[in-house]
């Protein structure tokens, strides 16, 4: 690899690095409250969610779980992953909420036609 590169590809690094530094400083206090919002929905036992529906948050759910399952540890349920991401998508993170809308959709398809008849 010549110099000009290594100085372009470090460079890119710097950049995204730095990039990543403002995006938290500048959503840091959403992101504390995103977290509150989620321990406090698990300590109560709430399930009143923001922008999903009881449905599309049991899948995200059980996609998270599958992620960071529980074993001897706490897993995404048990850490209210479920109310942070519902959370962060309507403060932080409501750009992505297409993202997330189309995702759903397009698993729903993919399970209606590997499991006809499958409404879910």
């Known amino acids: 690899m010549d110099a000009g590169n290594s100085s372009r590809r470090q460079f890119l690094v710097g950049s995204v690095s730095g990039l990543s530094s403002v995006w938290l400083q500048l959503h840091w206090p ?3 409250a995103a977290e509150v919002h989620a321990r406090q929905a ?3 036992g709430r399930v009143a969610f ?3 529906s009881r449905e599309q ?4 759910e059980a996609a998270a779980a599958q992620i960071i399952p529980s074993d001897s540890t706490p897993g995404a349920r048990e850490a209210g992953v479920i109310h942070f991401i519902d959370r962060a ?3 932080f993170d409501r750009d992505k909420q297409g993202i ?3 995702g759903l959709l397009a698993l729903q398809r993919k399970v209606q036609e590997m499991i006809p008849g499958n409404d879910n």
């Open 50 to 52: 923001e922008f999903f």
């Open 57 to 60: 948050a049991a899948v995200v």
């Open 30 to 32: 959403a992101i504390l």
């Open 42 to 44: 698990v300590e109560s």
């Open 89 to 91: 998508l309507t403060s």
């Open 100 to 102: 997330y809308t189309e």
